[in-house]
């Protein structure tokens, strides 16, 4: 599913160099490997808040440090409230921990969920990554999330070089193995109060029908909507597309490393992109681009699901 755990010789961008981000950024996620694992995370998260005083910060963890963990947000949320925290998830305990590989991290996840709840963290969530392995269970890590009282996200395991450090995980039959317990949560979703659930449900659709993710293809905003920056400051279109765009330590600001040259050689890359991606942060990216194909699709199919069939 993941490599980058077995990276070790990372040069890390020095915490003054995010402070050359653009001031614009609205979210901000910010994940690893683990992220709290960096000793200066603190210090990063300020040289952003410096550019970005309003975003939105989302922490991507494998909830295993919980001290840790809390210990940083408690130190974060004392200079920028609005944040988010994605904890990691594969399937109820036995399944998470033989993918994980590491004894005792399902009760570490959900005790630093339960932990960040009691700190008065709200925008909580777990983020589970669709495999063979776990497919299963995705309707009973939905129904914890719930339990809980946090949000739940879910999407496949990607193919990165640059993000994820592998390039052999293997597609497979989500439409067979999966597909009953995600219409079963979409639906949940769709009859929700919630407009972040209905899009969520969008998200899901777009895992079970690989047409509608070669729809908008042709519109990912890619390199235009967001980047991706990598530990040592190389900024990418996305955390799939391998072609660095430069890099943060060798400019002043962004506008030094964003140029008309840069910005044109990004189009093209993207418009060229051939890769099967329908990750969250791209999907989130083409609703708000093109907000009446993804609104159309939840007013059909959240009448549908409160009649009773799958959308």
Same mark, same amino acid.
């Given at each position: 599913?993941?490599?980058?755990?077995? @990276?070790?010789?990372?040069?890390?961008?020095?915490?003054?160099?995010?402070?050359?981000?653009?001031?614009?950024?609205? /979210?901000?996620?910010? @994940?690893?490997?683990?992220?709290?694992? &960096?000793?200066?995370?603190?210090?990063?998260?300020?040289?952003?808040?410096?550019?970005?005083?309003?975003?939105?910060?989302?922490?991507? /963890?494998?909830?295993?440090?919980?001290?840790?963990? *809390?210990?940083?947000?408690?130190?974060?949320?004392?200079?920028?409230?609005?944040?988010?925290?994605?904890?990691?998830?594969?399937?109820?305990?036995? *399944?998470?921990?033989?993918?994980?590989?590491?004894?005792?991290?399902?009760?570490?996840? @959900? &005790? /630093?969920?339960?932990?960040?709840?009691?700190?008065?963290? @709200?925008?909580? &969530?777990?983020?589970?990554?669709?495999?063979?392995?776990?497919?299963?269970?995705?309707?009973?890590?939905?129904?914890?999330? &719930?339990?809980?009282?946090?949000?739940? *996200? /879910? *999407?496949?395991?990607?193919?990165?070089?640059?993000?994820?450090?592998k390039k052999t995980n293997k597609s497979f039959d989500i439409e067979g193995s999966a597909s009953p317990e995600l219409y079963s949560i979409m639906r949940k979703q769709l009859v929700s109060r919630s407009p972040k659930n209905w899009l969520r449900a969008y998200h899901i659709q777009g895992i079970l029908d690989p047409s509608l993710r070669m729809t908008f293809r042709s519109h990912c905003e890619a390199g235009r909507r967001y980047v991706f920056v990598d530990p040592k400051g190389n900024v990418y279109p996305c955390m799939v597309l391998d072609s660095a765009l430069g890099n943060l330590a060798d400019v002043k600001n962004w506008d030094e490393l964003i140029t008309p040259d840069v910005v044109a050689k990004t189009r093209r890359l993207v418009q060229g992109c051939k890769e099967d991606c329908w990750m969250v942060c791209n999907t989130r990216s083409l609703i708000l681009a093109h907000p009446f194909k993804a609104g159309a699709w939840v007013a059909r199919n959240k009448v549908r699901s409160h009649l009773g069939p799958s959308p």
């Open positions: 599913m993941c490599n980058i755990w077995q @990276t070790n010789d990372v040069d890390e961008l020095k915490p003054e160099h995010y402070a050359k981000l653009p001031g614009s950024l609205k /979210t901000i996620n910010i @994940t690893g490997g683990e992220p709290f694992l &960096r000793n200066d995370l603190v210090e990063v998260v300020k040289a952003i808040h410096s550019r970005a005083p309003q975003s939105r910060m989302v922490f991507s /963890t494998n909830g295993m440090e919980t001290e840790q963990i *809390t210990s940083a947000v408690h130190e974060i949320i004392g200079f920028h409230k609005n944040i988010g925290i994605g904890v990691s998830i594969d399937g109820m305990e036995d *399944t998470h921990e033989k993918i994980r590989g590491v004894p005792g991290i399902f009760k570490c996840a @959900t &005790r /630093t969920i339960s932990n960040l709840k009691q700190m008065g963290i @709200t925008d909580l &969530r777990i983020g589970m990554t669709l495999l063979p392995e776990n497919s299963g269970d995705a309707m009973k890590v939905f129904e914890m999330s &719930r339990e809980l009282g946090v949000e739940f *996200t /879910t *999407t496949f395991a990607h193919n990165s070089e640059i993000y994820f450090k």
